[in-house]
């Protein structure tokens, strides 16, 4: 049931070789009822003016392109990406490595991580005599990142290949370490950045992602 790591296996990197980007041959409806959800759960969060929720969903959606991007760039320089979704797993892939369904839950993960924190976001744990310790924020993205590799390595081992890993030095560990924890520290710490400086790390973010989809597509990189 549980894949750790990729097997470098021919029919690993004939499912690779099969993927279809952007195509609508598996196109339904569902597509449409989750964008209505996220969209509602955006404008309610837009609507109770819960600015820090939306900075730490904006946040983590950058990264997470940032990742799909540079992971598309592998695969076209190195012939396969680090990960993959296949055609039967989804109803439209984005690019290589990230379909429609999974796009939009990394576009709620930031709002629901950010949410998870204490109240008062200044604990530490392990602290002694009141000093020293590790950050709320720090503990809740690991603890964060350590589910979603799990989870993802339940992906990789289904019947239908929702996650592909063609390198064998892929895999759950560098998924934990690499991916997921830069994905739930810029969910935790963004939003309680200064208001300037927040906004500037948003806006240089996510114009490098539309500047580099802007540029890449065309060019049949990614």
């Not at 109803?91 to 369904?101: K, N």
């Not at 289904?158 to 520290?185: A, C, D, E, Q, R």
Request: hydrophobic residues 50%; glycine residues 8%.
């Amino acid at each position: 049931m549980f894949k750790f790591w990729g097997d470098g296996s021919q029919a690993a990197m004939d499912l690779v070789k099969a993927i279809n980007v952007r195509s609508t041959e598996n196109f339904n409806w569902t597509f449409i009822f989750i964008l209505s959800v996220v969209f509602y759960v955006y404008w309610s969060e837009f609507h109770k003016k819960e600015t820090e929720v939306l900075c730490a969903g904006f946040a983590l959606y950058g990264v997470h392109w940032l990742y799909e991007i540079c992971n598309a760039i592998i695969g076209h320089i190195f012939g396969y990406p680090l990960w993959s979704v296949s055609n039967e797993s989804t109803t439209f892939i984005l690019l290589i490595g990230v379909c429609w369904e999974l796009s939009m839950m990394f576009s709620l993960a930031g709002m629901i991580s950010f949410k998870m924190l204490p109240k008062d976001r200044t604990k530490r744990y392990f602290t002694k005599n009141g000093k020293g310790g590790i950050s709320c924020k720090l503990v809740g993205a690991i603890e964060m990142a350590l589910l979603f590799a799990l989870f993802e390595s339940f992906l990789a081992g289904t019947s239908n290949h929702s996650f592909i890993w063609v390198y064998k030095w892929w895999g759950v560990i560098p998924v934990f370490i690499t991916t997921y924890i830069p994905f739930f520290l810029a969910s935790n710490y963004v939003p309680d950045m200064e208001p300037r400086k927040r906004r500037n790390f948003l806006i240089c973010e996510w114009g490098l992602v539309a500047v580099l989809l802007a540029v890449l597509i065309p060019l049949g990189i990614i």
